[in-house]
């Protein structure tokens, strides 16, 4: 290929030249470009115009520079050019070879009359069309909006919507409406009109974003993993006028990465004694033997407190509590002292636990960090007695449907998202350590509620969250047809499947009532 095009040797100008007027005057003087304002221009003056030598030397180094590439780039397709235009007149479809062609009056040789010319066509309007992202199983409404770079009126005939894709289009509204079912970008054909004119046709693309709960896996822990625990467990207990469940679940997040439920739980009632135990932990995130020290919390101090309460511990409670209503504030006190001690001996001997196994796995004590929430229940007739020991977030509370809850203690929320206490010899010997102890005891249809933060965190959100009673009632709601079940505890096993955007941790449920 030459550097620069050749220049135009003098018969062309005898072949180019008309058909460079003819193309000037179809596109500048017939209103194609309406930004080219040839009204002024007579056609002697356009005629001259395109007759100088740069302007025609122009053109036909830009029709060279085209053929050029052309053959580059299809050298097995020759170009087969037009005749030049006859010198006699126009080109008649009806004329023959035998007959003779003349020149229209008043033309100059090679112009072609105006009727004959040939008129491009006027360029469509440029337009753009808007579609707001749509959602996986998420209803559609929206009207599809679109603009004209020059104004004027707009509006949509048609629009053709790919099949399978669960939407319609109703062109007296102009919306697209349904549901969507198949997520990715969908090309929607349309027709269209500006100020009555056309029908024009063009497109838009439709972003419709999968369901989010699709985009999680489902991925089983290595086969040889250790300490392996089941994804979901449940149990449930009747006692003398009231009942117990546990339900416990692995969270979608412990599920996509293929590792285990951090979550435990245990659940207790002793119908020689009175007394009753539920305990949740919640191991954390963050130290890969977690789940083995939620268990180790849970079994041990579990173990230790129904000892106790089985034996003397649990007979001079149940008389003290006999003297509440003679004297509320001693009782209070007496029983406060009593079950602060016992939660210290029982979570103390779960950090001895945690701290014997971590050694004997060469592990660091913080590899099986653990929250821990323990309550222990005596109910007679409609009196709910509870004393509790509070240590990480999640939440305990007494809950009295549709009359208000009383919350049995205060989260260890950190600054940020996630952060939380867990348990160890430092929490068990600080001077803020009465703070985690909660005594009560009440007169009207109680509920006990322990939960971890995979359930407290999407219900309540916040400390003060968890103080609103609407939101316990909405919570009580979802889960009170499913303890009327024949077997309580799974009924509650699937409820703790609920999707709740930004929540997947694990998710632990234990109550009495």
């Known amino acids: 290929m030459s550097d620069s095009p050749e220049k135009p040797r003098p018969q062309a100008r005898e072949v180019f030249a008309p058909n460079i007027e003819n193309l ?16 002024g221009v007579t056609p002697e003056a356009l005629s001259e115009f395109v007759q100088r030598e740069e302007v025609f030397e122009a053109a036909f180094q830009f029709a060279t520079t085209l053929m050029t590439l052309w053959r580059a780039g299809h050298p097995e397709t020759p170009l087969r050019p037009l005749p030049p235009p006859s010198r006699g007149g126009s080109s008649d479809s009806q004329s023959t070879p035998s007959q003779p062609r003349t020149q229209p009056a008043g033309l100059r040789p090679g112009q072609v009359p105006a009727a004959a010319s040939p008129r491009p066509q006027a360029l469509e309007p440029r337009a753009s069309f808007r579609l707001p992202n749509g959602k996986v199983g998420v209803p559609y409404v929206e009207r599809i909006a679109g603009g004209e770079s020059d104004g004027g009126v707009f509006r949509i005939l048609d629009a053709r919507v790919p099949a399978g894709l669960g939407l319609t289009f109703d062109p007296a509204s102009g919306e697209l409406s349904g549901t969507p079912i198949l997520d990715g970008e969908h090309r929607i054909a349309l027709r269209w009109t500006l100020d009555g004119k056309g029908p024009y046709s063009g497109d838009g693309a439709l972003i419709v974003n999968p369901d989010p709960r699709s985009l999680w896996k489902v991925v089983e822990p290595p086969a040889d993993a250790p300490y392996r625990k089941p994804h979901a467990d449940g149990r449930w207990l009747s006692g003398q006028g009231f009942r117990l469940a546990a339900a416990s679940r692995r969270g979608r997040s412990h599920e996509h990465a293929g590792s285990f439920r951090d979550d435990d739980f245990l659940i207790h ?95 660091a004590f913080r590899d099986y960090a653990t929250t821990l929430l323990a309550a222990a229940v005596r109910r007679a007739g409609r009196e709910t007695f509870l004393a509790t020991f509070w240590m990480g977030d999640g939440a305990i509370a007494a809950y009295e449907p549709g009359g208000g809850v009383r919350l049995m203690g205060t989260p260890d929320s950190g600054e940020f998202a996630g952060q939380t206490r867990f348990l160890d010899r430092a929490a068990l010997s600080a001077g ?51 303890l009327d079940a024949s077997e309580p505890d799974q009924r509650l096993i699937d409820w703790l499947g609920f999707f709740s955007p930004g929540h997947h941790d694990d998710r632990t449920l234990a109550l009495l009532w």
């Open 24 to 39: 000037v005057q179809g596109l500048f003087g017939r209103g194609a470009y309406p930004f080219f304002d040839t009204s």
């Open 269 to 363: 009632a002793d119908p020689s004694s009175g007394w009753s135990l539920i305990l949740v932990a919640d191991g954390a995130g963050s130290a890969p033997w977690s789940r083995e020290g939620s268990r180790l919390a849970v079994s041990v101090a579990g173990e230790h407190l129904r000892t106790r309460l089985a034996g003397d511990l649990g007979t001079s409670m149940a008389a003290a509590l006999a003297r509440w209503d003679a004297d509320p504030s001693a009782t209070r006190q007496t029983m406060g002292e009593a079950f602060g001690e016992l939660f210290r001996q029982a979570s103390l001997l779960a950090v001895e636990a945690i701290e014997r196994e971590a050694l004997a796995q060469g592990a």
């Open 432 to 482: 803020d350590f009465a703070k985690r102890i909660g005594i009560g005891r009440y007169s009207d249809p109680t509920v006990v509620l322990l939960m971890t933060d995979g359930v407290s965190d999407p219900y309540f959100e916040t400390d003060n969250g968890l103080r609103d009673p609407a939101r316990w009632d909405r919570l009580w709601e979802e889960i009170a047809p499913r």
